[in-house]
């Protein structure tokens, strides 16, 4: 086993991250944060069809560029002078109020290709025409296309037929009833992840399939926990491929949290054991442990993670607290297969949804938190440390029928 270390573990450089703003919660937060298919055996997920050509998934972000921090203007805001701000606007908001507006400005930017979607399918269906069979029924099939499932679709159109059949519609009108719909059906899994201080340390186990943005996620982690002082420990498991423990080792060093990792090739529950073993022994806060998303085969991928489980529970019977899937909203369906296979073989107990920035499928996550029900802790939006948010119903309903969050 090689520990490796940041040579200096000062302080992170960027952004300070406050508790209202981050993906991470630990449990003396109790307040909700205000402000994170196996499709078949082993291909990488599917991209969807009118998605931009993406580049290829690169085994090592190039620093600065794809991986790096991204600087983040909104933060930089200065805070309005006391004395002009009580003249001005009696209701001055505060940095974090600002910080809040600038990352629900990204989060519907970041949604603009989900809900040019489902505005111009709308705009469509309802301009300057009565609420018809014809109409409900194209509604129906919009939202359907629109990979938010078969059970919202038909309640939103139902509901439209009791109170509106044969009047006219405006078009803004579908779209805010579609955004309450939305959001009543996602609030019950929006649970933000609470790390757990007393178990330390707190073991978040990180899986999915290959592409789905699990080192990133980890690494975006990582450094909001250590803005908020934390001990981090991270654990290179992805031992499938070499580049997989290297991308994992630079990631260490720009969040300045030590990387546990072994040769490419080496047993993953071997190192995920050494890795919390240390991590108990140093008195770390948080071990956040890296998977392969991609063996030979799903049931070779499968028995890893099992084995993994397996041998931190001798450990600590009640370790991993946290089996974190990674699901790529751009996979649209294929998140489903890869939520009901990882359940069932690893027990998943929360859901970090990437990419929904630039794809058009962003309504996946409807579908999903309707049929499994799996907390949904954050949401990703970028690829900064700032991009990966506490998922927020309203907010989420809200961006992904274009209108302004409140
Ligand atoms: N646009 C965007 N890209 C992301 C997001 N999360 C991860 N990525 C990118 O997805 C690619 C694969 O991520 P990686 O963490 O290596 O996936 P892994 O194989 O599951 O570990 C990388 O290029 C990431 O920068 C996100 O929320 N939005
Ligand atoms: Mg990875």
């Known amino acids: ?28 937060n109790q307040q909700p944060s205000r402000d994170s298919a196996l499709e078949t055996p082993d291909p990488a997920p599917a991209v969807e069809d009118d998605a931009p050509p993406a580049a290829p998934a690169p085994d090592l972000p190039e620093a600065g560029e794809r991986g790096g921090w ?30 809040r507006k600038g990352w629900f400005g990204r989060l519907r930017t970041g949604m603009a290709r989900s809900s040019s979607r489902l505005t111009e399918g709308i705009n469509a269906i309802f301009n300057r025409r009565r609420l018809d069979e014809e109409a409900l029924l194209e509604l129906e099939e919009l939202l359907i296309a629109s990979d938010m499932g078969v059970g919202i679709a038909s309640e939103v159109t139902q509901a439209l037929r009791r109170t509106r059949f044969n009047q006219e519609v405006a078009p803004e009108e579908v779209r805010a009833a579609l955004a309450e719909e939305v959001a009543r059906l996602v609030e019950p899994v929006m649970k933000p ?13 990180v899986v999915g399939v290959n592409g789905t ?24 498991g992805d031992t499938f491929r070499a580049a997989g423990v290297e991308q994992l080792q630079i990631w260490g060093e720009r969040t300045g949290c030590r990387v546990v990792t072994r040769p490419a090739g080496s047993d993953a ?16 806060d948080i071990l956040l442990i890296d998977t392969a998303g991609r063996l030979h085969n799903k049931a070779n991928l499968m028995g890893e993670l099992q084995k993994i489980v397996r041998v931190l529970k001798k450990l600590d019977p009640r370790a991993p607290h946290c089996v974190l899937l990674v699901l790529d909203a751009t996979t649209g369906q294929n998140a489903h297969a890869q939520a009901e296979i ?5 027990g998943v107990t929360g859901i970090v949804m990437t990419k929904l920035d630039g794809t058009a499928r962003g ?11 799996i907390p949904i802790h954050a949401i990703g939006i970028g690829e900064g440390a700032d991009d990966l948010r506490p998922f927020e119903a309203r907010a989420y309903a809200r961006s992904l029928v274009g209108l302004e969050p409140e």
């Not at 992170?12 to 630990?26: I, K, L, M, R, S």
């Open 1 to 28: 086993m090689r520990l490796w270390r940041r040579s200096s573990p000062g302080p992170v450089p960027g952004p300070q991250a406050d508790a209202a703003d981050t993906a991470v919660e630990e449990v003396e």
């Open 70 to 99: 991204s600087p983040t203007p909104w933060r930089g805001v200065p805070a309005p002078e006391p004395e002009r701000a009580a003249i001005a606007q009696p209701a001055a908001q505060t940095p974090a109020d600002m910080e």
């Open 193 to 205: 992840l609470r790390v757990e201080l007393d178990r330390k340390p707190f073991v978040i186990l």
């Open 213 to 236: 943005g699990k080192t990133t996620t980890i690494a975006k982690l990582a450094r909001q926990y250590r803005d908020r002082g934390h001990d981090v420990v991270l654990a290179a």
């Open 269 to 284: 529950a071997g190192l995920a054991y050494d890795a919390l073993e240390q991590a108990r022994c140093e008195g770390s």
């Open 342 to 346: 990882f359940r069932e073989m690893v």
């Open 363 to 373: 309504g996946v996550l409807v579908s999903l938190a309707e049929k499994y029900g």
